[in-house]
């Protein structure tokens, strides 16, 4: 009988070791397996994520600078067509030419000398790391001396706030002429956000006017100290060219009157009777190409982490933006730079200078890539030899050769898969410890269960949401049964909350933003804020719309508000039209935004011009007197998403202004442009010129009525 029993016993013991140990390998490969491929497709989607974020961040500041530039070249060649600019020419030139030919006291030469020894040439020295013959360096010429002297030596004001003198009371026809075009010029050039503005004489190249009375002043371009700088080189080009249309840019040098600092240079000619009588210069400092391609130097807030950031290379892959770590750490920053291999003259000449700009050279496949015309992403070694990921892309700016490119160190970007390395080898083991664990006992339970329960769990995590399987016992495996059949129970209930409330909220948020918004907000960015050179803004508002509904009831109202303004709605998506907002009585909408539209004006006006007969249609079927007053503008504005419990998709900027004010001044019943609307519809409606109104913060104001 024992015979038997152990006859019959060794093949179930058998069986049990061999099933053993085929879940103790089956586990072990579906943890290997699952871990690997779960590590590659984390790998490949977190490198995929953060490409797209670099270049959707590296493609934003692109267009920031590029705007930047060429907002610049359209406020500079209005200012150098205006009648005032062509007038202090005129005079300027004959005032400079006065002084060059009459010989003034003698005692101002020395004491320019003096001044120059004591305040300039030691900066000089100091930012050429050399000593320099004082004579290299002083203004050539009676006028020169004369008007450094009294404007720059005997200026009361400091340095840096020279500018502040308008007469300097020397009684001269120049200081006359100063005294009266000064503040106009500072106000402009402050206006623009101009480090300094110059007048330069076509002819002789003398700079006959400077804002800013650095040392420049009154010095010649031509056979001056400065006539190899980056401004002689723009004055020259400008002279030559009697198109009003056209602006010289020349790329950021260092320049010796500005302390050495980084400056670009922007000109555009004076032109007098189809003559070229001088060039207007503004002089454009580092310092805002630096913040926009910084984000102020809030790298964590813009989505850069620790070691991320956007930089700016130009020709000789010289940087025309800080590095991060020179911000963040100078010490860090230097040594690092050495470590890597900078020059010593390279870093000498960042320390002198106080910046890496124009100093720091770039050399990688990136700036490479991006200097040669190419757009692209990749990962390369990068920034002080360290690996990196990287987005490049060539900047398009009339006048330089820039490339921009936004990047950041692979140890912080791929920390989450190291992370998920180490935890997946940490379960890896747990798991091959449970496998041993139960495997004994798993081999002695009845399979059938387990295969089904198995075959359901897959089927389930291969999206079969409706798999079931079937209870066969009432031991620890039918209870397991029992508890996988209420999860998927509840998971599929769950599922089912959250698609809908998930379409509910997609469309709430599709209410209050337009849809390439909604999708951006999404996608994970947190500050959307866009600058639109060209769109149309209209303020629509009910005339009396109070005082008619304060006998109604609220419900009353509120029922024939919100007939009227759906209608309106309506009429916006069949043009194309983006409503902004509504305030009480008052609706706002913009065209040419978020997705530009070159008839973004003629849009607007057809949807004012519906907008007035759905209102007039409206009073006679609610048996209501209502008049709509409507207001339009075009030009630029800023638009982006405020707030964080509750979105809403906002515009600011004088464009903005202008249009409310076009709204509240206008007549009932009637629409009512600017210039700016009716130069561009005058050929395709009629309007009828009202003549200039009032408007705050403008004074008066040219406006149009259209002719419905």
Same mark, same amino acid.
């Given at each position: 009988?024992?015979?038997?029993?152990?006859?019959?016993?060794?093949?179930?013991?058998?069986?049990?070791?061999?099933?053993?140990?085929?879940?103790?390998?089956?586990?072990?490969?579906?943890?290997?397996?699952?871990?690997?491929?779960?590590?590659?497709?984390?790998?490949?989607?977190?490198?995929?994520?953060?490409?797209?974020?670099?270049?959707?961040?590296?493609?934003?500041?692109?267009?920031?600078?590029?705007?930047?530039?060429?907002?610049?070249?359209?406020?500079?060649?209005?200012?150098?067509?205006?009648?005032?600019?062509?007038?202090?020419?005129?005079?300027?030139?004959?005032?400079?030419?006065?002084?060059?030919?009459?010989?003034?006291?003698?005692?101002?030469?020395?004491?320019?000398?003096?001044?120059?020894?004591?305040?300039?040439?030691?900066?000089?020295?100091?930012?050429?790391?050399?000593?320099?013959?004082?004579?290299?360096?002083?203004?050539?010429?009676?006028?020169?001396?004369?008007?450094?002297?009294?404007?720059?030596?005997?200026?009361?004001?400091?340095?840096?706030?020279?500018?502040?003198?308008?007469?300097?009371?020397?009684?001269?026809?120049?200081?006359?002429?100063?005294?009266?075009?000064?503040?106009?010029?500072?106000?402009?050039?402050?206006?623009?956000?101009?480090?300094?503005?110059?007048?330069?004489?076509?002819?002789?190249?003398?700079?006959?006017?400077?804002?800013?009375?650095?040392?420049?002043?009154?010095?010649?371009?031509?056979?001056? /100290?400065?006539?190899?700088?980056?401004?002689?080189?723009?004055?020259?080009?400008?002279?030559?060219? /009697?198109?009003?249309?056209?602006?010289?840019?020349?790329?950021?040098?260092?320049?010796?009157?500005?302390?050495?600092?980084?400056?670009?240079?922007?000109?555009?000619?004076?032109?007098?009777?189809?003559?070229?009588?001088?060039?207007?210069?503004?002089?454009?400092?580092?310092?805002?190409?630096?913040?926009?391609?910084?984000?102020?130097?809030?790298?964590?807030?813009?989505?850069?982490?620790?070691?991320?950031?956007?930089?700016?290379?130009?020709?000789?892959?010289?940087?025309?933006?800080?590095?991060?770590?020179?911000?963040?750490?100078?010490?860090?920053?230097?040594?690092?730079?050495?470590?890597?291999?900078?020059?010593?003259?390279?870093?000498?000449?960042?320390?002198?200078?106080?910046? /890496?700009?124009?100093?720091?050279?770039?050399?990688?496949?990136?700036?490479?890539?991006?200097?040669?015309?190419?757009?692209?992403?990749?990962?390369?070694?990068?920034?002080?030899?360290?690996?990196?990921?990287?987005?490049?892309?060539?900047?398009?700016?009339?006048?330089?050769?820039?490339?921009?490119?936004?990047?950041?160190?692979?140890?912080?970007?791929?920390?989450?898969?190291?992370?998920?390395?180490?935890?997946?080898?940490?379960?890896?083991?747990?798991?091959?410890?449970?496998?041993?664990?139960?495997?004994?006992?798993?081999?002695?339970?009845?399979?059938?269960?387990?295969?089904?329960?198995?075959?359901?769990?897959?089927?389930?995590?291969?999206?079969?949401?409706?798999?079931?399987?079937?209870?066969?016992?009432?031991?620890?495996?039918?209870?397991?049964?029992?508890?996988?059949?209420?999860?998927?129970?509840?998971?599929?209930?769950?599922?089912?909350?959250?698609?809908?409330?998930?379409?509910?909220?997609?469309?709430?948020?599709?209410?209050?933003?337009?849809?390439?918004?909604?999708?951006?907000?999404?996608?994970?960015?947190?500050?959307?804020?866009?600058?639109?050179?060209?769109?149309?803004?209209?303020?629509?508002?009910?005339?009396?719309?109070?005082?008619?509904?304060?006998?109604?009831?609220?419900?009353?109202?509120?029922?024939?508000?919100?007939?009227?303004?759906?209608?309106?709605?309506?009429?916006?998506?069949?043009?194309?039209?983006?409503?902004?907002?509504?305030?009480?009585?008052?609706?706002?909408?913009?065209?040419?935004?978020?997705? /530009?539209?070159?008839?973004?004006?003629?849009?607007?006006?057809?949807?004012?011009?519906?907008?007035?007969?759905?209102?007039?249609?409206?009073?006679?079927?609610?048996?209501?007197?209502?008049?709509?007053?409507?207001?339009?503008?075009?030009?630029?504005?800023?638009?982006?998403?405020?707030?964080?419990?509750?979105?809403?998709?906002?515009?600011?900027?004088?464009?903005?202004?202008?249009?409310?004010?076009?709204?509240?001044?206008?007549?009932?019943?009637?629409?009512?442009?600017?210039?700016?609307?009716?130069?561009?519809?005058?050929?395709?409606?009629?309007?009828?010129?009202?003549?200039?109104?009032?408007?705050?913060?403008?004074?008066?104001?040219?406006?149009?009525?259209?002719?419905?």
């Amino acid at each position: 009988m024992t015979d038997s029993v152990g006859i019959e016993r060794r093949p179930r013991w058998g069986l049990a070791a061999k099933l053993l140990a085929v879940l103790i390998l089956l586990g072990a490969i579906a943890v290997l397996v699952t871990g690997v491929l779960g590590y590659v497709r984390a790998r490949d989607a977190l490198e995929e994520t953060i490409y797209n974020q670099l270049t959707a961040a590296r493609r934003t500041k692109a267009r920031q600078v590029e705007n930047y530039f060429r907002t610049i070249s359209n406020e500079l060649q209005v200012l150098a067509a205006s009648k005032m600019v062509v007038e202090a020419t005129r005079d300027f030139h004959l005032a400079f030419e006065e002084l060059e030919h009459k010989n003034g006291p003698e005692d101002l030469r020395p004491k320019v000398e003096d001044w120059y020894a004591k305040h300039y040439l030691p900066d000089v020295r100091r930012v050429l790391g050399q000593d320099v013959p004082l004579a290299d360096y002083l203004p050539v010429g009676s006028a020169a001396t004369y008007l450094q002297y009294h404007y720059i030596v005997a200026n009361a004001y400091p340095a840096a706030q020279r500018k502040l003198l308008d007469d300097a009371e020397d009684g001269s026809r120049y200081s006359a002429l100063h005294a009266l075009y000064h503040p106009l010029l500072r106000k402009a050039g402050a206006g623009l956000g101009f480090f300094d503005l110059m007048l330069a004489d076509a002819k002789s190249g003398r700079l006959i006017y400077a804002m800013a009375k650095e040392v420049d002043f009154a010095t010649s371009l031509r056979i001056g /100290p400065y006539r190899n700088s980056n401004v002689a080189t723009a004055v020259a080009q400008c002279a030559a060219v /009697p198109d009003p249309s056209v602006t010289c840019l020349v790329d950021f040098a260092t320049y010796l009157p500005s302390n050495g600092q980084a400056i670009a240079f922007m000109a555009a000619p004076v032109i007098d009777q189809g003559a070229v009588i001088g060039v207007l210069i503004a002089q454009l400092s580092i310092e805002e190409i630096d913040r926009v391609v910084t984000g102020d130097r809030h790298w964590r807030e813009e989505g850069f982490g620790t070691t991320g950031e956007a930089y700016i290379v130009g020709p000789s892959f010289l940087v025309r933006s800080g590095a991060r770590l020179f911000y963040e750490n100078r010490d860090a920053y230097f040594s690092e730079e050495a470590a890597a291999g900078a020059p010593a003259q390279e870093l000498d000449a960042i320390r002198r200078y106080g910046s /890496p700009v124009l100093h720091q050279r770039i050399d990688n496949q990136a700036t490479r890539a991006a200097l040669a015309g190419l757009e692209g992403a990749g990962q390369i070694i990068g920034v002080r030899g360290k690996p990196s990921l990287d987005s490049w892309g060539p900047l398009s700016i009339p006048g330089v050769k820039w490339a921009l490119v936004a990047k950041i160190e692979r140890d912080e970007a791929f920390a989450p898969i190291y992370r998920l390395q180490r935890d997946l080898a940490i379960v890896g083991v747990l798991a091959l410890l449970v496998v041993l664990g139960i495997g004994a006992w798993l081999s002695h339970s009845l399979l059938a269960p387990l295969r089904q329960l198995t075959a359901g769990a897959r089927r389930f995590a291969a999206g079969d949401h409706g798999a079931k399987v079937e209870v066969r016992t009432r031991d620890e495996i039918g209870q397991l049964c029992t508890a996988f059949n209420g999860m998927v129970d509840d998971i599929t209930a769950k599922n089912a909350a959250i698609e809908s409330k998930n379409r509910e909220n997609e469309q709430l948020l599709l209410n209050v933003l337009p849809a390439p918004i909604a999708n951006r907000l999404r996608g994970g960015e947190h500050s959307i804020a866009d600058g639109f050179a060209e769109v149309s803004v209209a303020f629509a508002d009910l005339v009396g719309f109070t005082a008619l509904t304060s006998e109604m009831p609220p419900q009353h109202v509120v029922t024939l508000l919100n007939g009227l303004f759906s209608r309106f709605d309506t009429a916006a998506q069949e043009l194309g039209i983006e409503k902004i907002k509504t305030v009480g009585d008052a609706y706002m909408a913009v065209c040419g935004l978020p997705d /530009p539209v070159d008839n973004h004006a003629e849009r607007m006006v057809r949807m004012a011009i519906r907008m007035i007969h759905i209102t007039r249609e409206h009073a006679l079927e609610n048996r209501v007197s209502m008049k709509l007053r409507v207001g339009i503008n075009s030009g630029p504005v800023v638009a982006g998403v405020i707030g964080k419990s509750k979105y809403i998709y906002d515009l600011w900027g004088d464009t903005v202004n202008l249009a409310s004010r076009m709204e509240a001044g206008g007549i009932p019943d009637s629409i009512q442009v600017t210039r700016a609307v009716y130069e561009r519809l005058k050929d395709q409606f009629t309007f009828e010129p009202r003549g200039a109104i009032e408007v705050k913060g403008r004074g008066n104001v040219e406006t149009w009525v259209l002719r419905l």
